[in-house]
């Protein structure tokens, strides 16, 4: 206790000095007082943890009841929390009744073996690294103390993570929108291989339909996101249906829109829900039709194929692709009417729906923007597929409103029961002898040094009223 004293001394020290001499830039004042306080938190903490050690070094019945000879004292340990990096020295011992070797302080003390990063530290350092490199996210929260490859590590250490719904009773509702689409990433070249590999990462958007927030710019509403560590579709699709059969009523629901590009994951999706009406995503639509357009400038041919999708006439669609295929100047010119031909034709009532009155607007390009080409795509950046799997992962929890804490990187170790009681029985012990009457007067109690600055300061505790003790 008495070390302790003389630290919280030495601090007050400081604020009492600051708040005597006036503060004249407090912004500067305000980061010195956080670092003094950060310090004197991990000094504590040190001398606390040696404290404990060194009581159960001292307590030979104890461990004499445990079967535990000391091999090694005070041997160092270093861990990095939200305070910083807190060193400090535990003792080593031969376990005669398992025949292991073991630092007991550590498991009172919830340390994994091996760590050197807390719990906390870590959930901040993924959390970070959802949204920004991995660099960037050890710079944010470590200053730079751990290396990239520390930060993916931890990553690919986190538990998979899903959001839950809230447990409030089924909605009712009568339309839905989902969006389906999926991120082309760039992935790393495995043995520095020539050329460039892509991974498809596939994902959909389950909303409530939009509401306009702006003149030319929508929202989703109650948006909830799923992709798969494995970019499986169909562990997607078992997804998204389980989460609509828990969250809403389905006998209420009348339509569920389902809106993609075309592609055969998406057509095979939500197969065991009724009402799925199929959507061709406006985006992807278009890009087609312009693809045309741009080869027959002088003939409408997106104004006309478009006006013929609204009425919902084949014929007038196929009259026009034949005109063009006369006007032909080259087989790459054959070749694009052919992939509109059977583009459109495969997806027909999809391409219908698109132009109903009541249809909701396309928004899977946004949703793939927003949720994953920020993060994997946008820049130039090479993945692994198990970083990229997992970041995605856990980058769409937290996009669903999931925080990721301390207790998902907790180990599944527990504390050995005799070492649990051991570090009850002294933390009970230690609660007897918690006394801060010495703070009630420090100057009478304590005898200093009366030229240092510390003492000075303590003795206008009794002329001064400051806020900080109120």
Known sequence: MEKIIHLVE??????????????????????????????????????????MNKSFREDKTSRKEMGLVIKEKDRSRCILTELGEISFSRDYYYNRNTENYETP??????????????????????????????????????????SRQTVRNHILKAPELEKQPESSGKKQKRVLDVYADEDHVHLQKPGKEKGKRNKAVPIVTVTEGTVNISKERNATINPMHFVDEKMDSKEIWASVEG????????????????????????????????????????????KYLRSISNRFPKKSVRY???????????????????????????EKDHEKIRELHTYLFSNWEAAVNRFREDMTGSCTEGQVSHV??????RNPMGWSEEGLGKLSKLRVFCKNGGEITASHFKSSFKCAESYKAYADRYLEEQKKDYDLSWMNDLTEQYVFDTASGTQQAIK???????????
């Open 372 to 377: 994953l080409s920020e993060r994997f795509s």
């Open 105 to 146: 302080l550590d498991e009172m003390l919830g340390i994994q073996q091996r760590a050197r990063i807390g719990e906390t530290i870590s959930a901040r350092l993924v959390t970070k690294a959802t949204s920004e490199s991995y660099a960037k996210s050890s710079q944010d929260v470590t200053g730079g103390l751990v």
């Open 243 to 286: 989460y609509i059969d828990k969250v809403y009523d389905l006998e209420s629901l009348e339509e569920i829109r389902l809106h993609g590009d075309g592609g055969s994951w998406i057509k095979n999706g939500l197969e065991n829900l009724n009402n799925v009406e199929h959507v061709l995503d406006g985006y992807h639509l278009q």
């Open 304 to 330: 006309r194929i478009n006006e013929a999708l609204a009425e919902n006439d084949r014929d007038k669609v196929e009259a026009i692709l034949r005109s063009l295929v006369d006007e032909c100047q080259s």
């Open 10 to 51: 030495a601090y007050l020290g400081k604020v009492f000095t600051v708040h005597a001499y006036g503060i004249t830039d407090l912004d500067a004042t305000a980061s010195e007082l956080k670092k003094d306080s950060e310090e004197l938190s991990r000094k504590i903490l040190q001398v606390l943890v040696e404290n």
């Open 460 to 470: 206008m505790l009794g002329r001064i009223r400051s806020d900080v003790l109120c």
